[in-house]
């Protein structure tokens, strides 16, 4: 039944516009429209490696199918449009006692069903450079960062503006009213938050960026998702050219406290991140730092990652008082003639926050390794490694390896 709606909605796109706006075969509306179909093919395992674990293991097998349409605008003072996003995750392999990896709409002892669908679309209007969108968005802000870590992202339902009317001025205000989670079929009015047990169905946010040259960008944003927490976000970015070196940095601030009725309870938290890197040739190394004052951890919505240095495969060293640090290094192979061939490495620590009232300590250990494949039938087939190692004394002793299969066909 799922596949049948999916088709469906598919055929309604390509026959809506012939029907609704005769005549518009020489706008935009159809010249600038693109369609993809994106395929993911994704392993994760995850190992608990501490004694007496409730769950000794995650591990799934699972294949994803996402169509992506999009239209232009048409013509006329005010262009409109519309997207379209539909897809289908199929469970290759599970069990009760291996379930819960967020791939799957199932959690441990209950392996769930074996696929499931979302179907959304985005009305646009457009108006010089401002641009409306209504509908289900992937939203990329400081204050709310759509997470696409597993088969399919999640959608979250409202409305968002844009405008770049104003030379180096970039404003974005939306609110969202629902989401749906990155391994559900169905939408949910409750907007749920990390690191704390507390929802809402409503997320308001606004952001403006000034870009005083091509290379320095200031921004602030405030998010709030009503009646738990509030939150204001200030960051600078830079990039400067030093003969043959290139050098970044980007520094944010976060001040997070509760909000209205007080859900979640109290919050306080103001979190800074640094993160710095310096590339030469196919070499790049970066450092990170993230300290988070207060008494309680950086709220965010889930679903989504924290913008901060340090959030990574598994841990965000998000918690209250925890300070880390971070070392990365990575290498990009066509530098030494292998195009598509690309890696890399990360340590992190944290510490000073408290487990059980005593000082608690963690790290983590990522390698990455990502090929795309140059020639022959499986051109442009990306293949990922992702491996990670953690010790905290908050989360225990976790190993983990995912290894993703995609591939992006234009149809379009």
């Given at each position: 039944?799922?596949?049948?709606?999916?088709?469906?909605?598919?055929?309604?796109?390509?026959?809506?516009?012939?029907?609704?706006?005769?005549?518009?075969?020489?706008?935009?509306?159809?010249?600038?429209?693109?369609?993809?179909?994106?395929?993911r093919?994704?392993?994760?395992?995850?190992?608990?490696?501490?004694?007496?674990?409730?769950?000794?293991?995650?591990?799934?097998?699972?294949?994803a199918?996402?169509?992506?349409v999009?239209?232009?605008?048409?013509?006329?003072?005010?262009?409109?449009?519309?997207?379209?996003?539909?897809?289908?995750?199929?469970?290759?392999?599970?069990?009760?006692?291996?379930a819960?990896?967020?791939?799957?709409?199932?959690?441990?002892?209950?392996?769930?069903?074996?696929?499931?669908?979302?179907?959304?679309?985005?009305?646009?209007?457009?108006?010089?450079?401002?641009?409306?969108?209504?509908?289900?968005?992937?939203?990329?802000?400081?204050?709310?960062?759509?997470?696409?870590?597993?088969?399919?992202?999640?959608?979250?339902?409202?409305a968002?503006?844009v405008?770049q009317?104003?030379?180096?001025?970039?404003?974005?205000?939306?609110?969202?009213?629902?989401?749906?989670?990155?391994?559900?079929?169905?939408?949910?009015?409750?907007?749920?938050?990390?690191n704390?047990?507390?929802?809402?169905?409503?997320?308001?946010?606004?952001?403006?960026t000034?870009?005083?040259?091509?290379?320095?960008?200031?921004?602030?944003?405030?998010?709030?998702?009503?009646?738990?927490?509030?939150?204001?976000?200030?960051?600078?970015?830079?990039?400067?050219?030093?003969?043959?070196?290139?050098?970044?940095?980007?520094?944010?601030?976060?001040?997070s406290?509760?909000?209205?009725?007080?859900?979640?309870?109290?919050?306080?938290?103001?979190?800074?991140?640094?993160?710095?890197?310096?590339?030469?040739?196919?070499?790049?190394?970066?450092?990170?730092?993230?300290?988070?004052?207060?008494?309680?951890?950086?709220?965010?919505?889930?679903?989504?990652?924290?913008?901060?240095?340090?959030?990574?495969?598994?841990?965000?060293?998000?918690r209250?008082?925890?300070?880390?640090?971070?070392?990365?290094?990575?290498?990009?192979f066509?530098?030494?003639?292998?195009?598509?061939?690309?890696?890399?490495?990360?340590?992190?620590?944290?510490?000073?926050?408290?487990?059980?009232?005593?000082?608690?300590?963690?790290?983590?250990?990522?390698l990455?390794?990502?090929?795309?494949?140059?020639?022959?039938?499986?051109?442009?087939?990306?293949?990922?490694?992702?491996n990670?190692?953690?010790?905290?004394?908050?989360?225990?002793?976790?190993?983990?390896?995912?290894?993703?299969?995609?591939?992006?066909?234009?149809?379009?």
């Amino acid at each position: 039944m799922h596949k049948h709606c999916l088709a469906r909605s598919c055929a309604l796109y390509c026959i809506t516009p012939a029907l609704a706006l005769p005549g518009l075969a020489k706008a935009d509306f159809l010249a600038d429209s693109t369609a993809s179909l994106n395929l993911r093919n994704f392993y994760f395992n995850r190992d608990f490696r501490q004694a007496n674990a409730p769950q000794s293991k995650r591990e799934e097998w699972a294949q994803a199918f996402m169509l992506d349409v999009k239209s232009g605008y048409t013509e006329g003072l005010v262009g409109l449009g519309l997207d379209v996003y539909g897809a289908l995750g199929v469970k290759l392999d599970s069990s009760d006692a291996r379930a819960g990896t967020g791939l799957l709409p199932n959690a441990f002892g209950d392996a769930g069903p074996g696929e499931y669908t979302d179907v959304s679309g985005v009305f646009k209007a457009k108006v010089s450079k401002t641009v409306l969108k209504v509908g289900g968005l992937m939203p990329k802000s400081p204050v709310l960062l759509s997470s696409d870590a597993r088969l399919m992202p999640p959608l979250f339902n409202g409305a968002a503006l844009v405008s770049q009317d104003i030379d180096k001025l970039m404003l974005d205000v939306g609110q969202f009213r629902s989401v749906n989670f990155r391994n559900a079929s169905s939408n949910d009015a409750d907007l749920r938050t990390a690191n704390f047990a507390a929802s809402s169905d409503r997320f308001n946010y606004a952001g403006a960026t000034y870009s005083f040259t091509p290379r320095l960008t200031a921004s602030f944003w405030r998010g709030e998702l009503e009646d738990v927490y509030q939150q204001n976000y200030y960051g600078v970015q830079a990039s400067h050219r030093l003969g043959k070196w290139s050098l970044d940095g980007n520094l944010g601030y976060f001040d997070s406290n509760d909000s209205g009725g007080s859900r979640a309870g109290t919050i306080d938290s103001r979190l800074t991140s640094l993160l710095v890197s310096a590339s030469r040739g196919g070499h790049t190394w970066r450092l990170g730092y993230q300290d988070n004052h207060g008494k309680s951890a950086l709220p965010f919505l889930q679903d989504a990652d924290p913008n901060v240095a340090n959030v990574v495969q598994i841990l965000d060293f998000t918690r209250a008082g925890e300070r880390s640090w971070q070392a990365r290094y990575d290498y990009n192979f066509d530098a030494l003639g292998i195009p598509g061939l690309s890696f890399f490495t990360r340590y992190l620590r944290g510490d000073d926050f408290k487990v059980a009232g005593r000082d608690g300590k963690e790290w983590e250990r990522d390698l990455d390794v990502s090929y795309v494949i140059q020639s022959g039938a499986l051109k442009n087939v990306a293949i990922r490694w992702r491996n990670a190692m953690v010790r905290s004394d908050a989360l225990g002793e976790v190993d983990e390896n995912r290894l993703i299969l995609s591939y992006s066909i234009p149809l379009k």
